[in-house]
């Protein structure tokens, strides 16, 4: 007899980039159907629609690691619903260092 181990918590944290509304578009329902218990929680952050960058004023490797998944997702995000995240993203992208970082990556 097999045993059954059980699913690990997933932890959906919101507040960053809009509000919860992002993780009510099937993605809770879709998680707690395959039965993973939800724990969702706001970002005590003041999120982008008040700070420049996602850990407030100063930019830093969380800006980083969401700008890439951002990037890959790009033309599947519905831009006009996400005005701070789209804000946050022109941004990131204006930056010099990552529009180096961007051309590592022409020819590939």
Not at 16 to 41: A, F, M, N
Not at 75 to 90: A, C, H, I, T, Y
Request: aromatic share 8%; proline share 8%.
């Amino acid at each position: 007899m097999a045993i059954e181990t059980p699913k690990p918590t997933i932890v959906l944290a919101h507040g960053t980039v809009e509000d919860s509304s992002l993780w009510t578009h099937g993605v809770i329902q879709g998680l707690q159907r395959d039965g993973y218990p939800i724990k969702d929680c706001s970002n005590p952050l003041r999120g982008l629609e008040n700070d420049k960058f996602i850990a407030g004023e100063t930019f830093s490797a969380a800006d980083i690691a969401a700008f890439t998944i951002t990037q890959s997702v790009k033309p599947d995000l519905p831009w006009p619903k996400l005005p701070n995240l789209r804000k946050w993203f022109e941004r990131i992208e204006g930056r010099p260092s990552v529009k180096r970082g961007l051309q590592a990556f022409d020819g590939i």
